[in-house]
Each structure stands twice: as C-alpha cells, then as structure tokens.
C-alpha cells in the first residue's frame, strides 16, 4: 500500500468542500424559497381607524388604453369610462336607488365570464353586457359577490 499523494489530498478536500457548499446552498434555498412566508406585524405601525373598510371606487375592466370603474354615490351607482391615453372620464351610466331596489328583488345581476382569456361581462339591471378584467377578478363569482355588496349599499337609504 502506497501513500497517497498530494493530488489524493486536494481530491479528497475538493470534494468535501463541494458537499459542505451544496449543504450551505440547500439551507439557504429552503430558507428563501421553499419555507412559506411569514408576515410580521410591525409594532410601531398604529391602527389606522379613519382608514375605509368598504371601497366606494372598484375597477372592473382596466387595459393599458381604459379604466372602468363603479362609484357608489348618495345618490346610487355610477359606471365610469376613462381613455388613459387622453385623461378623459366619463359617466356612462347611472342607477338610482330606485332602480337597485328593484335590481335587487329581482335579482338581476350577472356575471359571465365567457370564452375569452382576458375579459368577462357582467350585467346589471338594464346595463347589460359590460365588460370586466379577469386579471382583476379571477373568479366570477368574486365579481358577482362584490356587484351585489355595491348594490346592497348603494341601495341603502
């Protein structure tokens, strides 16, 4: 049996080196990526009270060129078109409590996400077909949920 040689020696350490590497490069990765997240609260951050639970705003259909959006107003629900691209809004439609009440009892609203891969409809009394995001709303029935909370507060007195 011979010695080993110096390039045994560099072989050997080599190679223990690349285990200890790939053990530090496997704790940090379980660390970084493969450990679910964990939110912190933050103690000097105080409870915002003023802050809105319920948004009177809510985008529905947003692309590079419009935003749509619903405002609830005291005086019931208005749908908003805006051009990006020349800063120009306007009202498109506007329901008044009158309006909702009936829409409500008669249940008539609806969401359809059809065969699109980017957008949806939805219908609201008698505004039928307008048009909705899905990156905004991935599931219909969010969609269908949040027009009936705008509608039921719209409609309050």
Same mark, same amino acid.
């Given at each position: 049996?011979? +010695? ?11 190679? @223990?080196?690349?285990?200890?590497? =790939? ?5 940090? =990765? ?11 609260? +933050? ?13 009177? @705003? ?23 078109? #805006? ?13 008044s ?7 409500? #009892?008669?249940? +008539? ?5 059809g @065969?699109?891969?980017r ?39």
């Open positions: 049996m011979t +010695d080993p040689s110096i390039t045994d020696w560099i072989s050997a350490i080599t190679s @223990i080196m690349a285990t200890l590497i =790939a053990g530090v490069a496997a704790y940090y =990765a379980y660390k970084q990526y493969l450990q679910p997240p964990v939110q912190t609260p +933050d103690p000097k951050a105080g409870q915002d009270n003023d802050a809105e639970t319920e948004p009177t @705003i809510v985008p529905v259909f947003k692309t590079a060129k419009q935003l749509t959006t619903l405002h609830l107003t005291p005086l019931g629900l208005e749908c908003h078109l #805006a051009d990006k691209s020349s800063d120009k809004g306007e009202r498109q439609w506007f329901l409590k009158e309006q909702i009440k009936k829409i409500l #009892a008669a249940n +008539d609203y609806s969401v359809s996400p @065969i699109k891969a957008s949806g409809t939805f219908s609201v009394g008698p505004r039928r077909n307008w048009l909705y995001s899905k990156s905004l709303f991935p599931e219909p029935d969010y969609l269908h949920g949040m027009l009936g909370d705008l509608l039921k507060r719209a409609g309050k007195p």
